[in-house]
């Protein structure tokens, strides 16, 4: 996979795109994380208190869930000097004591991970407050190969990551909303992931979802990442939607996120 990528700067709003401050300083959004390997990036969009928001979950996302997979794919970090040549692998055996085991990066048992999930439950007519909204099946791609090593017996049971729906959603409405303020530059709609992306509101499964049951695209598997616009009607009402499929080459699952009306 290469991973090397030329930067896209789009203009921002002169605005907070999360909570609509102007008269502060805005720094500049990565629609993906840098350290996923994004490469677009919407200036002037962030204020200072919403970016401490997002980059939490961003660092969850790129250090807890992907990042052994970072680091096996080369994806970029600002701090090539720090990257590590062995990860520890922590592990049960038998007992239930923990263990620590030092790998080199060609032998850690490194992977994609992502989720599938349903389509967002505003398109299932499931209600707004219905707190059983399906959650989502977490989806594991080994990068390397573990099964012909011997180190990995059966009845261990290895640490491969740290996983979150919720965090999860987070960040797929953060890319989802960014992405199309940047390639429409206008705010003239009603956004709906604001409250979400701030965490004042978790209730994400309502506008964030899979994407499965969109056609296929079979010039994706040399892709990074994708992201496309594709806007819905549902009851008659026309909604703005942007798919997100992340980590494309390696057939992982779409997601669907609807951003406005
Ligand atoms: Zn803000």
Not at 113 to 120: Q, S
Request: glycine residues 8%; charged residues 20%.
């Amino acid at each position: 996979m290469d991973s090397i990528n030329i930067p896209i700067t789009y203009p921002g709003l002169g605005k907070c795109i999360y909570c609509g401050k102007s008269n502060t300083k805005l720094s500049k959004e990565h629609i993906i994380p840098f350290g996923l390997g994004g490469n677009l990036i919407l200036s002037h969009s962030s204020c200072k208190g919403c970016a401490k928001i997002t980059s939490q979950f961003e660092r969850f996302i790129q250090h807890e869930m992907l990042g052994p997979a970072r680091i096996k794919l080369n994806l970029p970090t600002r701090r090539p000097q720090k990257r590590p040549k062995q990860l520890t692998l922590v592990y049960h055996s038998g007992d239930m004591q923990k263990k620590f085991e030092s790998l080199s990066i060609e032998e850690f048992p490194s992977v994609i991970a992502g989720f599938d999930f349903p389509e967002p439950a505003l398109l299932r007519n499931i209600p707004y407050n219905d707190h059983k909204i399906s959650e989502g099946r977490l989806i594991i791609k080994p990068i390397v190969d573990i099964t012909k090593n011997e180190k990995y017996k059966a009845g261990k049971k290895i640490k491969i990551g740290s996983f979150s729906v919720l965090e999860y959603k987070r960040f797929l409405a953060k890319i989802a909303h960014s992405y199309y303020i940047a390639q429409f530059n206008n705010m003239n709609f009603t956004p709906f992931l604001p409250d979400f992306i701030l965490g004042k509101n978790n209730q994400l499964s309502y506008y964030v979802g899979g994407g499965n049951h969109l056609p296929n695209n079979n010039s994706e598997s040399n892709i990074l990442h994708h992201l496309y616009r594709q806007d819905c009607i549902h009851n008659g009402i026309k909604y703005i939607g942007i798919v997100i499929h992340l980590f494309a080459f390696a057939n992982m699952p779409k997601y669907y996120v609807i951003v406005g009306r």
